[in-house]
């Protein structure tokens, strides 16, 4: 089978995962903090810190700033983290609707469903197409709202030349093996408060004020102070490793990306029964996957025809308040259009590593599809 991702990985990040190995330091330690500096530098932030998941990063990013009840707007479009995160916080997610063509937040919904118990707004940027972030900014500022960018989707995407994560209080990313940039698993937390950089620090290690490596690079003390309650969510050097690599990949691997959407799109720009992804001229998505919509009611027919023929589709995503667990706390979502699109979206394979004989495999199947 064709698979819909695949990490895209080879003897550079075995040699670097293997020169840590042989360094007696797997932990929590100096290729992290190498990871974290390059990172930052990337994206254009004063700081970064290197987590265990993008899960733990939106967690992580609501806690820092504060939200602990009330309530924060999201997309329904999203993988359940993004949510999840918020009930973490003993807050409420509320969902605002989405643009049919991006998939993405609309800004005017989110204003809508704005009330005195908001507290945070928390875009996803949709298959690495950034969102509309100066109208949700200017939202935000109006209303005194924090703003986390979910940028799990969008590693080296742009808004207006300005790298994703590097838009709001704090841009949280995903390195699960799915993503442009893949470590097996893994996040980070983008910003540019000291003050937000120095509790994170803490947080993400139980809230103890020196880590492992800090005390053993001073002659080893045994000696720490724990600050606060925090969590267990720091990355390790292995991890880290493989994320040094893979970064300085990145731009290359998106490249890639870009070539095979190209092909793609020229393929099915005939058949008006497909309609394929957009990109808006303010932005360079990352292209984290390839999204189209099946107009003629048939999506999961198209599925099982792929499937057929060795190909790999997917549905990314249901919309979060159809799930039984959302339905169970009561937390619903008004989106019209979220709650229609849906039903159209098929995933098709795209990742660095596709061959030309790949891509032709599936254009050529998606166009066989009989209507």
């Known amino acids: 089978m064709i698979p819909i991702f695949r990490p895209s990985m080879g003897d550079e990040e075995i040699e670097a995962v293997a020169e840590v190995l042989k360094s007696g330091w797997i932990g929590l330690g100096p290729k992290t903090k190498e990871f974290e ?3 930052a530098e990337y994206i254009g932030t004063k700081y970064a810190v290197a987590l265990n998941s993008c ?3 939106i967690h992580l990013a609501l806690n820092v700033l504060g939200i602990n009840s009330g309530e924060a707007i999201t ?6 983290s993004t949510a999840h995160a918020i009930i973490y916080n003993n807050a409420t997610p509320v969902f605002a609707d989405v ?8 800004p005017y919904d989110i204003e809508r469903k704005i009330t005195a118990k908001t507290r945070a707004i928390i875009p996803v940027h949709y298959g690495g197409h950034v969102c509309d972030m100066d109208e949700i900014l200017e939202i935000a500022n109006e209303h ?17 030349g300005k790298k994703a994560g590097s838009l709001s209080d704090i841009g949280c990313f995903s390195f699960h093996a799915v993503k442009n940039l893949a470590t097996g698993d893994g996040g980070m937390i983008t910003t540019n408060d000291e003050e937000v950089y120095e509790k994170l620090l803490k947080l993400r290690w139980l809230g103890i004020n020196k880590s492992t490596y800090q005390r053993d690079a001073k002659g080893y003390s045994w000696y720490y102070d724990v600050e606060e309650i925090g969590f267990k969510t720091h990355m390790n050097d292995i991890t880290a490793a493989i994320g040094l690599v893979q970064l300085r990949k990145l731009d290359k691997m998106n490249a890639k990306r870009r070539e095979i959407v190209k092909r793609y799109n020229e393929a099915f720009e005939d058949q008006d029964w497909i309609e394929t992804p957009v990109e808006k001229e303010y932005v360079k998505s990352s292209l984290h996957n ?15 025809h792929l499937a057929e023929k060795g190909i ?9 308040y159809m799930h039984p667990i959302y339905k169970k706390l009561g937390i619903k979502g008004n989106c019209p259009v979220a709650h229609n699109v849906w039903k159209k979206v098929v995933i098709l394979p795209l990742y660095p590593d596709m061959t030309e004989e790949d891509v032709e495999k599936v254009i050529n199947a998606v166009r066989g599809f009989e209507l």
């Open 99 to 106: 643009q049919e063509d991006t998939l993405n937040i609309v």
């Open 55 to 57: 899960t733990a990063a």
């Open 290 to 304: 390839y999204a189209i919509k099946v107009n003629n009611g048939d999506r999961n027919g198209l599925i099982a």
């Open 37 to 39: 500096e390059r990172f």
């Open 312 to 320: 790999s589709a997917g549905v990314h995503y249901m919309p979060l």
């Open 144 to 160: 005194n709202l924090s703003v986390i960018e979910d940028a799990a989707h969008a590693c080296g995407a742009e808004y207006k």
């Open 75 to 80: 997309t329904p479009i999203t993988f359940v």
